[in-house]
């Protein structure tokens, strides 16, 4: 016998019985494909995602956010890579510190019946889910931004719906990208340019220093990687929905980089990412001449090194950012991704008065990172580091705790040995 709501279903009810037994078998099947998620990783990448831990992260940053309000913040806001990392934490703080409708897109993985889905897919149903409880607008479309198809969708959705856009960020960091004028797919690679890259790197699944040797990139390897994580698509992003339209007076867009210390400099700002990190801030320059002509601006934000689904898969990276965070702790000036982004809306984006760049015209949320006595000493703590001594020059635990955060894993709170249904 079949129950919904603790009713009986019978034969004496046949329109309603067979309505409530496909609710209800839909529901058991939602129960008898419930599992216990754990963390699996391979090679620095997490293939599991936990949706109740991930859920209570991004409560955790909305609770956040909303206890910081920006004042004549962006009217509505668009997000390109919203899902994960500082995408998510600026969609949260745009609706929740400024109480704009967002759209945002993302190319996720839902879950299924034998496995979880991605982070970045309960990560959004859990934003969701808070905004339509607490009547703010929010749109989402799961899909390729680098095609033109989804460009078009959002387009239709924001006329549809809020008319225009008045702030996008663009924070994609997806690894291939195929091109949709010529159909050619490229795909991105992490190494240095020039000449072999020898280092020693982080190992924090078995917290050991391990070596690490790279051969340098081809120069068709080079040029992939400008074509996936370079600003031709956030330019075709601004140009495709000005024609459409949909960008507001005054629109203001922004992409995320890195620029980093000398230690990871080879295989980062020097290497094949940097050559991409550097297109993106020259495409800022001609997006912003675009801009400017209706009072709108494009600006590259410079941001903080953290862990994420990015960052833990570059070379040496990993390292550097145990040191950092055992550093910044310690001086009391660490943050996360939704401190970072509450800032650059705070103190940069809306602070009413002149937008504080560097002479390159980069915001730059890397300051505490990048300050004299922080450097100096992560730079003392690498020429001292070993297995002997990684435990107290790094924060491993950190570090860790960290990394499974982002995936959903480690959080107070959530029973992990209980069922979940991925």
């Known amino acids: 016998m079949l129950y919904l709501n603790h009713e009986r279903v019978t034969a004496r009810k046949p329109a309603r019985c067979i309505r409530r037994i496909r609710l209800t078998a839909r529901f058991a099947g939602e129960y008898l494909n419930r599992m216990i998620i754990t963390p699996m990783v391979r090679n620095n990448i997490c293939v599991t995602a936990h949706p109740v831990g991930c859920e209570h992260q991004v409560h955790a940053q909305i609770a956040y956010a909303k206890g910081h309000p920006v004042e004549n913040g962006p009217k509505n806001t668009l997000v390109i890579g919203s899902s994960t990392g500082y995408g998510l934490a600026s969609r949260i703080v745009a609706?929740?510190?400024?109480?704009?409708?967002?759209f945002g897109?993302?190319?996720?993985r839902p879950g299924a019946e034998k496995r979880s889905g991605s982070a970045g897919w309960y990560n959004n149903r859990a934003f969701e889910n808070a905004a339509r409880r607490d009547g703010l607008a929010a749109f989402s479309i799961n899909g390729d931004a680098f095609s033109d198809t989804v460009k078009d969708e959002v387009a239709e959705l924001i006329r549809k719906s809020s008319k225009t856009v008045d702030m996008i960020v663009y924070s994609l960091a997806a690894p291939v990208r195929t091109d949709p004028e010529t159909g050619i797919t490229y795909r991105s690679v992490i190494k240095p340019i020039g000449s072999s890259f020898n280092a020693r790197t982080l190992d924090p699944e078995t917290r050991q220093i391990i070596d690490f040797h790279q051969d340098p990139a081809t120069e068709e390897e080079i040029e992939s990687t400008v074509k996936v994580m370079g600003g031709e698509d956030?330019?075709?992003?601004?140009?495709?929905?000005?024609?459409?339209?949909?960008?507001?007076?005054?629109?203001?867009?922004?992409?995320?980089?890195?620029i980093g210390p000398p230690f990871t400099g080879r295989i980062y700002r020097q290497g094949t990412i940097g050559m991409a990190k550097d297109h993106l801030e020259r495409t800022a320059g001609v997006i912003d001449a675009m801009l400017?002509?209706?009072?709108?601006?494009?600006?590259?934000?410079?941001?903080?090194?953290?862990?994420?689904?990015?960052?833990?898969v570059i070379p040496v990276?990993?390292?550097?950012?145990?040191?950092?965070?055992?550093?910044?702790?310690?001086?009391?000036?660490?943050?996360?991704?939704?401190?970072?982004?509450?800032?650059?809306?705070?103190?940069?984006?809306?602070?009413?008065?002149?937008i504080p760049v560097d002479e390159e015209g980069r915001i730059r949320l890397d300051d505490l990172e990048m300050r004299p006595d922080v450097?100096?000493?992560?730079?003392?703590?690498?020429?001292?580091?070993?297995?002997?001594?990684?435990?107290?020059?790094?924060?491993?635990?950190?570090?860790?705790?960290?990394?499974?955060?982002?995936?959903?894993f480690g959080i107070d709170g959530v029973d992990y040995s209980a069922d979940v249904a991925p």
């Open 95 to 102: 609706a929740y510190s400024a109480g704009a409708p967002t």
């Open 105 to 108: 897109v993302f190319f996720e």
């Open 234 to 258: 956030w330019q075709r992003w601004i140009e495709f929905l000005g024609k459409r339209g949909v960008l507001a007076p005054g629109t203001v867009t922004l992409a995320y980089s890195y």
């Open 292 to 312: 400017k002509r209706s009072g709108g601006r494009a600006f590259v934000s410079v941001n903080k090194a953290l862990v994420t689904r990015a960052s833990a």
């Open 317 to 354: 990276v990993p390292l550097y950012i145990s040191i950092l965070y055992k550093v910044m702790k310690s001086k009391g000036i660490h943050e996360d991704c939704i401190h970072q982004i509450v800032r650059l809306f705070r103190e940069r984006l809306y602070a009413n008065g002149d």
């Open 375 to 408: 450097q100096a000493e992560i730079a003392d703590s690498m020429e001292k580091i070993s297995d002997d001594n990684l435990q107290d020059i790094a924060d491993l635990d950190g570090y860790w705790k960290a990394f499974l955060r982002f995936h959903g």
